[in-house]
């Protein structure tokens, strides 16, 4: 009988990137199934309501062919915890440079701490989404900019929307 290997992607994806999603997609090619958890992190102060990056996700999955092999969730209190009642084996983790590094490596020790059963996999972008981030792709928004190539278009559409402009032709 042959076991499914699945992981957990989570974060707080307000909102979710390009990169995000090359990250989605790569785990795919490594996992059986992929659930991506949106984190109600209270030390964070979301621009957009939980029900709100769930939906721009699910959009976003659609639109890149990815949704039905990857489930969205959303969780409370800790995700090795959360991971496990999924049956999870591994945590995806994105990695855009050095600078990212540190921090993931400390949470990478606790979680195998609190479950050393749950592996922490760490997967690069492709080069061009690198330097992406859901607050760089605010920042750019909120000053009008165009932000299409770096996040899906539903996002596009409710960022700028969020912000009182217009997407460009």
Do not use: W
């Amino acid at each position: 009988m042959d076991k499914q290997r699945t992981a957990v992607y989570p974060g707080t994806f307000d909102p979710i990137t390009n990169g995000h999603l090359d990250i989605l997609r790569r785990a795919c090619d490594l996992f059986d199934g992929v659930t991506v958890c949106i984190a109600r992190n209270p030390s964070k102060e979301p621009m957009f309501r939980i029900d709100d990056r769930f939906a721009m996700i699910s959009e976003a999955l659609d639109e890149v062919g990815l949704d039905g092999r990857v489930q969205v969730e959303t969780f409370d209190g800790l995700i090795v915890d959360y991971a496990d009642s999924l049956g999870a084996i591994a945590l995806i983790r994105g990695l855009r440079a050095v600078s990212d590094f540190e921090f993931e490596f400390q949470m990478a020790l606790m979680n195998r701490h609190l479950n050393s059963r749950l592996h922490t996999v760490y997967l690069m972008p492709k080069d061009e989404h690198t330097y992406l981030s859901s607050s760089i792709v605010k920042n750019v928004a909120r000053h009008g900019g165009d932000i299409r190539p770096f996040v899906p278009s539903g996002v596009a559409r409710r960022l700028m929307a969020a912000y009182g402009h217009t997407l460009g032709e």
